[in-house]
């Protein structure tokens, strides 16, 4: 498939004043120099430690920050540096579904009004039409259609959750950031949403970039995986390539650390290669970022940044031992 969306050497740096008056302005560096892209139809998953800069990158690829440095190329478009104005055709392609579904619906608008309001938003829909399609949105996501002039209270996270990806749905987008849409729902009902999420992306031959630290979800949705660590994506491959080849310590330390019920291997020893605290971004190590908690770190590592490297068929990482 022909590529959707591709970016290239993205920043996000978000300035901070360290102590009070006068002080000198530090950068986090949220996203530092990430690379890679998306083929139309595909899910790409991107997996990492809270903090890591998965959804800072999520939301500056959809222009809720504006990139520091770099380009987002969407459908050809750079639009990483476009105004306003210019982004707006833009704006209805690209949707996002966040994480929490208490926090990301207006509590005080019925349901009805928050899955049509992007259709204001973008002039698409008279108001007959509008309730007809609000209507066949609620129906696809498993939802009654006279739950339109309900209230979000009255719906369960679940539920919530369909209904953001009922409005997300509303322009007919092309493409959606799915920001850990499942994790903040019980267990019980995860299946389903993302089961849904695979429904409507045949449906509507949508693509997807789906954040989330469930790497065992992450496997299940995604065609390819991408792995950040502080700000940097140090892999990328096909997801049984990544799941079955790890090539970087860090996604080889994080594989190691998803939980596995053998009565044989003890929860300290599945989970000793990932011990230590993550740096933290306004100071972040010289050379590879990973060096303070990698067990093969030599001298070189603190003085010279790896790259990214081909290692086979599209496999990237980025370590010195590669
Ligand atoms: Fe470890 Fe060095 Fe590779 Fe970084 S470059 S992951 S510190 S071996
Ligand atoms: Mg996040």
């Known amino acids: 498939n022909e590529i959707l969306l591709e970016v290239k050497n993205l920043k996000k740096y978000f300035p901070v004043r360290k102590g009070f008056f006068g002080g000198e302005t530090q950068y986090v560096q949220a996203v530092d120099d990430v690379s890679f892209y998306i083929r139309k139809g595909e899910t790409l998953g991107l997996v990492g430690e809270s903090g890591c800069g998965k959804s800072t990158t999520g939301r500056t690829i959809i222009r809720l920050y504006d990139p520091t440095a770099g380009e987002v190329i969407f459908n050809g478009a750079e639009i ?15 949707q996002m579904i966040f994480q929490d579904p208490y926090a990301s619906l207006n509590a005080r608008m019925t349901v009805g009004d928050i899955i049509g309001e992007p259709l204001d ?49 509303a322009v007919k987008p092309e493409f959606i950031i799915c920001d850990e849409p499942i994790s903040a729902l019980d267990v019980s009902i995860q299946a389903q949403v993302v089961n849904m999420l695979e429904d409507l992306q045949n449906e509507m031959g949508l693509t997807y970039l ?33 799941y079955e080849h790890p090539a970087h310590p860090y996604t080889q330390a994080l594989l190691t650390a998803i939980p596995i019920p053998d009565p044989d291997v003890s929860k300290s020893k599945q989970r000793i290669i990932l011990e230590g605290d993550v740096p933290s971004p306004l100071n972040p190590p010289s050379g590879c970022r990973f060096r303070t ?24 990482a980025a370590c010195h031992l590669l």
Do not use: T, W
């Open 210 to 242: 789906f954040i989330a630290h469930d790497l065992s979800m992450v496997r299940h949705i995604s065609n390819r995986v991408g792995v950040m660590y502080l700000g940097k994506l140090v892999e990328i491959a096909d997801r049984n390539e990544l």
């Open 121 to 169: 938003i973008h002039g698409l829909a008279s108001e007959k039409e509008r309730l007809e399609i609000v209507h066949d949105l609620l129906k696809k996501v498993g939802l009654a259609p006279d739950h339109a002039v309900r209230y979000p209270h009255e719906f369960s996270g679940g539920q919530r959750q369909r209904i953001g990806i009922a409005r997300a749905l």
């Open 293 to 316: 908690r990698c067990k093969y770190a030599m001298a070189k590592c603190a003085e010279i940044e790896p790259e990214m490297k081909d290692i086979g068929s599209g496999h990237m």
């Open 80 to 94: 990483g540096m476009m105004k306003e104005k210019e982004m707006l055709p833009f704006r209805k392609k690209m």
